[in-house]
């Protein structure tokens, strides 16, 4: 009986996997979604069940930071490098992995992407707080050494492979069918949703936990209000940096130290809340190179701005 049933179950089985091979190849970042927030969310869950989340069972989780490192590498590089294996092949994993040490880029973007959110939301804490923060930040060098210290670290650590899912895989396979000004629209949402359970977890999001009559705001906060702006200025610099994921690294890593506590909250007057200051600032910026670049945000068709490259 088995011996006659074996090939009918083989025959099966592999029709199974040609058809889910065959679907992933049609819906490359459909696919990439649900993987990545399959694998992401299942790794969110050990914090959000524990006595830091909503205390369904009594353990104390490791630091959200370790939850972070893995969702990021686990979650999101490694779902995109996963789909790409099964559209593309080797070659376009070799495309994607190459996009971390594309750095011939000109020099000018490296201080775009490590000092731009700073120096944009540097103004906008000016305008608020005068021009006396500026004063602050010139008497005070070490804090721009400790600035740089923590966008390496973080980019090295986190965000180059979260953004190997969001843009290097994401972003590059919508923009050529949607313009990036849509491309970065669609990925918005997803990037910032992928957080969502932490929204529930002491020091996920915030010091603390997020207050109940403020999580619906936070939803917002995150879905849109944050992400667009963020993806808007990402797509950008990505454009113009030729492809290169180094560079949307370390812009990713200095929005981290330009809201955290590095630089900005020692600048001005104590328990002043910057949330305004500084993400009004960068969307400030994102509206305005949707003006200069009529919505294309420098996107060229060019092979470094493709999921595959020729000749790979």
Partial sequence: MSTVQQPAVSEASSASRSGLKQWVTRH?????L?????????????????????????????PVEIFILLVSVVGLAGSAFGVTAMVDGRSGVRTLAGR???????????????????GVALVGTSVVYGFSTLGALVRQPGLVV?????????????????????TGFMFTRLQPRVGAL??????????????????FVADGLTNGRVPHQEISLFIVYL????????????????????GSLLLVGLFHASLGATAGAVVLPLLVPKGADLTFEVYGSIAAL?????????????????????????GN
Avoid at 286 to 303: C, D, E, F, H, Q
């Fill in 28 to 32: 490359p970042v459909m696919a990439y």
């Fill in 34 to 62: 649900v993987l990545a927030y399959a694998v992401s969310w299942s790794i969110f869950l050990i914090p959000l069940l524990s006595k830091e989340g909503i205390g369904l069972f009594a353990f104390d989780a490791p």
């Fill in 100 to 118: 971390y040490l594309r750095w011939r880029v000109g020099l000018q973007w490296y201080p775009m992407a490590v000092f731009g959110l700073l």
């Fill in 146 to 166: 400790s600035y740089l210290l923590q966008v390496v670290l973080i980019a090295a650590l986190v965000n180059l492979w979260e953004e190997t899912g969001w």
């Fill in 182 to 199: 849509w491309a970065a629209l669609l990925v918005a949402p997803c990037f910032g949703g992928i957080h969502l359970p932490l929204l």
């Fill in 223 to 242: 879905l849109v209000l944050f992400s667009v702006p963020v993806r808007i200025v990402a797509a950008w610099l990505y454009n113009n940096a030729k």
């Fill in 286 to 310: 994102a509206l305005l190179l949707i003006i200069v670049t009529g919505g294309k945000l420098s996107y060229k068709r060019t092979p470094d701005l493709q999921p595959v490259r020729d």
